[in-house]
């Protein structure tokens, strides 16, 4: 058993991954499960915005939010993200993209607009980063993020039948529910709910594992959109292949942004490795459901480079 666990917490991502794409073709392929498939999509669809709260909760419940300070890179990086953004943005509005071509630029720009993954500050540490400063720019950047999704969504006309203000503020809400209501609630529970604190604590690698179960979730839901998309595999591989240009983009502006204030891991960590879940979710909330496989794919991209990183980190030292 304890050699199972240590398996299982080394290959997380591949395992996760896999499982999650075996319970879809499970319940996909075999006729006595369709009818519990039908039942059970959407109360995940319902709960995973609930499942992604949870996370960041627990996260940053392990936060010294004292220690919680803006640095100069912090600012860079965030200023890229947000011209990046503005730029997509643009050239949907300004060409009046539709069809294949919107959807392209939708699954781009879930994967740029996503905020910092929680789990960045952890391959940032496991690189030999700065944790603090990692931490208070997965901070930043989720709130960064809260404001940007309503804004953009709003403006490529995501919610038909509302005024800019309604759609802007139904989106706003919701993306605040996910975001920032669990760091307030995070920050609340630290210094005012201390037993509570304690326990949540205490449990060892508990975000970690319900990382795990979250991506085996949304590679079921990448699958589904894959396997019920209304195109052909070379469109889908265009999507795909998007997504690792975008992917290898980031991290390497991050990385050259970094390197003036001598942060080259914490930069490229920050503008390259994203919160695929809440990318995902927000895709197949307000947008086409066929641009979910760009963050789909992106998850992927991004830890093949983060398994990288880690084995010239460890062969160096």
Known sequence: MKALMAFLKEWTLPVAMAAGAVIYFLFALTPGLEGASDVLGPIIDDIFPLFMFLILFVTFCKVD???????AWHGWVGLFQVLFVVGIVAIVLAFHLSGRRLILMESVLTCAIGPCAAAAAVVTGKLGGNLEEMTSYTF???????????????????TAGMDFTEAFLLILYKVCLVLVVPMALAYVVKHFIQPLHRRIVAIRDLSFYMWGLSLAIVTGTTVKNICHADTGAPFLLVIAGLGLVLCLVQFAVGRYLGHF????????????QKNTNFAIWIAYTYLDPLSSVGPGCYILWQNIINSIEIWFHDKKR
Do not use: D
């Not at 939010?65 to 640095?71: A, E, N, Q, Y």
């Not at 950047?141 to 940007?148: E, F, G, Q, R």
């Open 65 to 71: 939010f004292r220690r919680l300070r803006p640095v």
């Open 140 to 158: 930043l950047s989720n709130l960064l993020t809260a404001i940007m999704v309503p804004l953009c969504f709003t403006l490529i006309g995501t």
């Open 261 to 272: 204030f001598h942060r080259t891991q914490e930069a490229g960590q920050a503008l390259g």
